[in-house]
């Protein structure tokens, strides 16, 4: 006959009899005596005894808390401002929030500074420009184009800076131009 080495998954199914074993194992300690455990009864009864004392106790003065608290003023609402106070202060005081706020602090002052350099200097190239040769040379002609607009139309010609010619035109665009009276077009012949 052949011999098989029986292993844990090679094992024969339960029977009956094995069922009967293994429900008489006791499962609690069975080297302990009736005494040992009456005794450790006890001492659980007592336990849970003194836990819910403890519990009253401690249902009494959470009670008691919340009525010296409703004594001085002090609400859920008024407690959640002063954590949140607390809070902003501590967050305030941290190094990481005086270590960001220095560094938005210099950034603020290196954006303004380059800002101010910008400006300048788009004031001082605007002043190179009004210098130019080139804006001379339309300046000179643009007096010349309205002095003899000027003429044409019945003005005295007498030059004058660029800003005296265009204080002049804006006068001269300001006073009362001649009106066209015109008939409507449901009162013209046809």
Not at 107 to 121: D, I, P, V
Not at 152 to 166: A, C, N, Q, W, Y
């Amino acid at each position: 006959m052949e011999t098989r080495q029986q292993g844990f998954l090679d094992s024969d199914p339960l029977r009956e009899a094995d069922e009967d074993l293994v429900s008489e194992v006791n499962l609690n300690n069975s080297i302990m005596t009736e005494e040992e455990r009456e005794e450790i009864q006890q001492e659980l009864a007592k336990l849970e005894e003194e836990i819910n004392t403890l519990k009253q106790v401690l249902l009494s003065k959470e009670k008691q808390h919340a009525e010296l608290k409703q004594k001085l003023g002090m609400n859920p609402l008024s407690e959640i401002r002063n954590n949140f106070s607390r809070g902003w202060h501590d967050m305030q005081t941290s190094t990481a929030y005086k270590k960001t706020s220095e560094t938005l602090s210099t950034a603020g002052q290196r954006t303004s500074a380059a800002f101010n350099t910008l400006g300048s200097a788009i004031t001082r190239k605007f002043g190179d420009m009004r210098n130019s040769p080139s804006f001379k040379t339309f300046e000179e002609k643009v007096e010349n184009t309205v002095s003899t607009i000027k003429t044409k139309v019945g003005g005295t010609g007498t030059g004058g800076s660029f800003e005296e010619v265009l204080s002049s035109a804006a006068n001269a665009s300001s006073q009362d131009t001649p009106t066209n009276n015109l008939t409507d077009s449901s009162e013209r012949p046809c």
